[in-house]
């Protein structure tokens, strides 16, 4: 994409065409909720048409996108209050978020629903998103170092929650 000082509307639309699948599926992991995820990558993209001309086209532009999303996320979670009352929307039948068959990525997938906020969003966009350290930590606006540590509990975090899982698993299947 060319990234120019202003965009026109076929740029745009090239734009949204390139990115709207990747944040909408960050913006339901990080909102939980797929009415806030929408209203989150709307704005992002009115955002980011309104803005563009403060973008650097010297930087990679994911991470500027996504740091948009991310702050749109959390603006419109604060908004909306706490956002452990939403019903936890159904991610394990959710195309969007997997493109894998395996019987063992709903597991993940709802380990990571699980998780903090301050671990589950790093571990989203290094993982899922392919994000460095660096561009997490310009992302959330945080120290590379809290990224590392964050990503570190998380992973440990993640790595317990899926031990439980499978441990209930084997349970389940014993008392049968």
């Avoid at 339901?28 to 806030?36: H, W």
């Avoid at 209203?39 to 048409?49: G, L």
């Avoid at 570190?152 to 698993?169: D, I, P, V």
Wanted: aromatic share 10%; glycine share 2%.
């Amino acid at each position: 994409m060319n990234h120019k000082k202003s965009l026109d509307k076929h740029s745009f639309q090239e734009l949204y065409k390139e990115h709207a699948n990747f944040a909408i599926r960050s913006a339901m992991v990080i909102t939980r909720n797929p009415e806030l995820a929408k209203d989150a990558v709307q704005e992002t993209f009115i955002r980011v048409y309104r803005n563009f001309s403060s973008y650097d086209a010297n930087l990679p532009f994911e991470p500027w996108l996504y740091r948009i999303l991310v702050n749109e996320c959390n603006r419109l979670l604060k908004k909306e209050g706490n956002m452990r009352s939403y019903p936890q929307p159904n991610l394990e039948n959710d195309e969007r978020l997997s493109t894998s068959s395996d019987g063992n990525a709903a597991d993940l997938i709802e380990a990571i629903q699980n998780l903090e906020d301050l671990y589950r969003i790093p571990l989203i966009l290094k993982y899922i998103k392919g994000f460095s350290e660096k561009e997490i930590s310009d992302i959330l606006e945080l120290n590379q170092n809290t990224v590392k540590s964050r990503l570190y509990k998380g992973r440990q975090n993640l790595r317990q929650l899926l031990e439980m899982t499978e441990q209930e698993a084997y349970l389940n299947e014993k008392h049968r």
